[in-house]
C-alpha cells in the first residue's frame, strides 16, 4: 500500500519562508515524477512544481525564483522550499508522484497539508 506523509505545512506571514516534506513508503519513487500541486478555496488543483527521475525540473510561472522542488531518493521523500511567499500562494499542498511506463500509468496523491500566509 502506498502512502505519503505530507509536512511542513502552516501558517506564515508574507515575504516568509516555509519548506514542505513528502516521505513516500510502499513503493520506491525514485523512477517516479514527483510534484507539487496546489489547490486554492474554490479552485482547481494547479500544478506547482515537478522533478523527474533525473532531477530535472518544472515550475509554474508564479513560483519560479522563489520555490525549489528537490529530492532524495535514498529517502523516499521530496521537498518543497518556499520563499518570499505571497498571500496567493494559499492553499492545500498536495503531494504526487506519476509514472507513465507504456500503457501502464501509476498516479499516487497525499492527503495534502495547509499553507496559509497572511498577517
Known amino acids: 500500500q502506498v502512502e505519503f506523509v505530507e509536512s511542513g505545512g502552516g501558517l506564515v506571514q508574507p515575504g516568509g519562508s516555509l519548506r514542505l516534506s513528502c516521505a513516500a513508503s510502499?513503493?520506491?519513487?525514485?523512477?517516479?515524477?514527483m510534484g507539487w500541486y496546489r489547490q486554492a478555496p474554490g479552485q482547481q488543483r494547479d500544478l506547482v512544481a515537478v522533478?523527474?527521475?533525473?532531477?530535472?525540473?518544472n515550475y509554474a510561472d508564479s513560483v519560479k525564483g522563489r520555490f525549489t522542488i528537490s529530492r532524495d531518493n535514498a529517502k523516499n521523500t521530496v521537498y518543497l522550499q518556499m520563499n518570499s511567499l505571497k498571500p496567493e500562494d494559499t492553499g492545500v499542498y498536495y503531494c504526487?508522484?506519476?509514472?507513465?511506463?507504456?500503457?501502464?500509468?501509476?498516479?499516487?496523491w497525499g492527503r495534502g497539508t495547509q499553507v496559509t500566509v497572511s498577517s
Open positions: 522533478i523527474a527521475p533525473d532531477s530535472s525540473t
Open positions: 510502499g513503493t520506491l519513487f525514485s523512477n517516479y515524477r
Open positions: 504526487n508522484a506519476l509514472r507513465v511506463a507504456g500503457p501502464y500509468e501509476w498516479d499516487y
